[in-house]
């Protein structure tokens, strides 16, 4: 080694002094060597601006002429890393996104991992050889969504209890065995989760900006938990009738814990199903500026959608004029350009939105006032659905809700 302060210097000099530079003086006359370098985690760096400057210098090795170098990266989604790929030309890389890979694949690696790792749990507790069975690794990848975070975590779990990790698997299997109980897994997920809200909340913030970050981020993330169908970033914009940038700069930390496609018309999902669960139970999301009123957020959701239907839905909503007008008539994606999925989705949702509220129904309220005056347009609106018996049927319950309230009353 030419210098003996190394340790001490800037990124920028370590990489050429330990990599670049010995690489580029491979002998051109022999064959091309192939090296691969492997970083894990790459987000968990604690300084960003270490994460930016890493991306850069990986980068340069297109200049290497005299050797084959590949680079394998893993890391969550955080913003600098996104930012430090969207620098580079498309051509210098590859993607692949874990939740964007075939479900069967995950499923058959997870598998792999659970059979190995119990095998060997087995053979230390002297259990039977055939335990646990397929059938108990079957209940472990569904439970795991194909979250190897999970997985790893329930091995660990499974293997601490020692003489009863049979009982602990058949606990994780049952979810505890009573209602509400949280197991190891989610534990480990819950902390993973605490971290990555408490980190989309900049510390720059005055008081008054983070209560105001805080009520964003729990009506956004409340109307994603409890939608009965997912929607686009673009659709969820006009229904909470939150402007684009605000819904932009919300998600936009929350990469780790949501599928946020850069198509915005494509829709928003959660990773894992834990994630719903922890925002929704105030014994698992214990930071009240995060947790999630369910009751709350179905109330919020059913207020939108009155509202959207209110201002968009009118009489003869697609311009046809002609009375007994067949849809198949109709010239091409005009149902959805007079439609719009949100104001589609209000339609078919927000009376199941009301009941899981648990409002109390009235007269002179919000949704009489709203039946009162757009009844026929919101039929309208299903029967170009194609819905109208759900709508049928969401008349039936309301009914029904408002017989109960009288009674209770």
């Given at each position: 080694?030419?210098?003996?302060?190394?340790?001490?210097?800037?990124?920028?000099?370590?990489?050429?002094?330990?990599?670049?530079?010995?690489?580029?003086?491979?002998?051109?006359?022999?064959?091309?060597?192939?090296?691969?370098?492997?970083?894990?985690?790459?987000?968990?760096?604690?300084?960003?601006?270490?994460?930016?400057?890493?991306?850069?210098?990986?980068?340069?090795?297109?200049?290497?002429?005299?050797?084959?170098?590949?680079?394998?990266?893993?890391?969550?989604?955080?913003?600098?890393?996104?930012?430090?790929?969207?620098?580079?030309?498309?051509?210098?890389?590859?993607?692949?996104?874990?939740?964007?890979?075939?479900?069967?694949?995950?499923?058959?690696?997870?598998?792999?991992?659970?059979?190995?790792?119990?095998?060997?749990?087995?053979?230390?507790?002297?259990?039977?050889?055939?335990?646990?069975?397929?059938?108990?690794?079957?209940?472990?990848?569904?439970?795991?969504?194909?979250?190897?975070?999970?997985?790893?975590?329930?091995?660990?779990?499974?293997?601490?209890?020692?003489?009863?990790?049979?009982?602990?698997?058949?606990?994780?299997?049952?979810?505890?065995?009573?209602?509400?109980?949280?197991?190891?897994?989610?534990?480990?997920?819950?902390?993973?989760?605490?971290?990555?809200?408490?980190?989309?909340?900049?510390?720059?913030?005055?008081?008054?900006?983070?209560?105001e970050s805080y009520h964003m981020l729990r009506q956004v993330l409340g109307s994603i938990a409890v939608l009965f169908s997912p929607l686009s970033r673009h659709s969820l914009s006009s229904l909470l009738n939150i402007t684009k940038e605000d819904i932009d700069q919300t998600l936009e930390d929350l990469h780790s814990v949501l599928d946020v496609p850069i198509d915005r018309i494509r829709p928003l999902r959660l990773h894992h199903p834990s994630f719903r669960d922890y925002l929704l139970d105030k014994k698992r999301c214990t930071d009240s500026n995060f947790s999630v009123d369910e009751k709350q957020a179905h109330w919020s959701l059913a207020e939108s959608c009155i509202q959207i239907m209110s201002t968009s839905l009118k009489e003869d909503i697609c311009g046809v004029r002609v009375p007994g007008t067949m849809i198949a008539d109709l010239e091409g994606g005009k149902v959805e350009m007079c439609l719009p999925l949100e104001v589609q989705y209000a339609c078919l949702y927000w009376v199941q939105h009301v009941q899981k509220s648990g409002a109390p129904l009235t007269d002179e309220g919000q949704i009489h006032h709203f039946l009162q005056t757009h009844l026929l347009y919101w039929l309208e609106g299903l029967a170009w659905m194609q819905k109208v018996s759900e709508g049928i049927l969401e008349i039936i319950s309301l009914e029904s809700a408002t017989l109960v309230s009288l009674f209770i009353g």
């Amino acid at each position: 080694m030419e210098r003996s302060d190394t340790a001490s210097v800037s990124l920028h000099d370590q990489w050429h002094q330990l990599v670049l530079l010995p690489l580029s003086k491979q002998n051109e006359g022999s064959p091309s060597p192939a090296y691969i370098i492997v970083i894990d985690a790459l987000d968990e760096c604690s300084n960003e601006s270490d994460i930016r400057i890493i991306l850069y210098l990986l980068a340069e090795t297109r200049s290497l002429k005299t050797v084959r170098l590949r680079v394998f990266l893993t890391s969550r989604p955080e913003v600098p890393v996104r930012y430090g790929f969207c620098q580079m030309l498309d051509a210098d890389h590859q993607d692949f996104v874990l939740h964007n890979i075939s479900q069967s694949i995950v499923d058959h690696d997870i598998f792999t991992f659970l059979e190995f790792n119990l095998r060997l749990i087995g053979q230390e507790r002297s259990l039977d050889p055939s335990w646990p069975g397929e059938e108990a690794i079957r209940c472990l990848i569904q439970a795991a969504s194909g979250l190897f975070i999970w997985v790893a975590t329930a091995c660990k779990f499974i293997r601490e209890g020692k003489r009863f990790a049979d009982k602990r698997l058949q606990t994780i299997i049952k979810g505890g065995g009573n209602a509400g109980a949280i197991t190891a897994p989610e534990r480990q997920l819950d902390e993973i989760y605490a971290t990555v809200l408490r980190h989309s909340i900049s510390s720059e913030y005055t008081d008054d900006e983070k209560e105001e970050s805080y009520h964003m981020l729990r009506q956004v993330l409340g109307s994603i938990a409890v939608l009965f169908s997912p929607l686009s970033r673009h659709s969820l914009s006009s229904l909470l009738n939150i402007t684009k940038e605000d819904i932009d700069q919300t998600l936009e930390d929350l990469h780790s814990v949501l599928d946020v496609p850069i198509d915005r018309i494509r829709p928003l999902r959660l990773h894992h199903p834990s994630f719903r669960d922890y925002l929704l139970d105030k014994k698992r999301c214990t930071d009240s500026n995060f947790s999630v009123d369910e009751k709350q957020a179905h109330w919020s959701l059913a207020e939108s959608c009155i509202q959207i239907m209110s201002t968009s839905l009118k009489e003869d909503i697609c311009g046809v004029r002609v009375p007994g007008t067949m849809i198949a008539d109709l010239e091409g994606g005009k149902v959805e350009m007079c439609l719009p999925l949100e104001v589609q989705y209000a339609c078919l949702y927000w009376v199941q939105h009301v009941q899981k509220s648990g409002a109390p129904l009235t007269d002179e309220g919000q949704i009489h006032h709203f039946l009162q005056t757009h009844l026929l347009y919101w039929l309208e609106g299903l029967a170009w659905m194609q819905k109208v018996s759900e709508g049928i049927l969401e008349i039936i319950s309301l009914e029904s809700a408002t017989l109960v309230s009288l009674f209770i009353g």
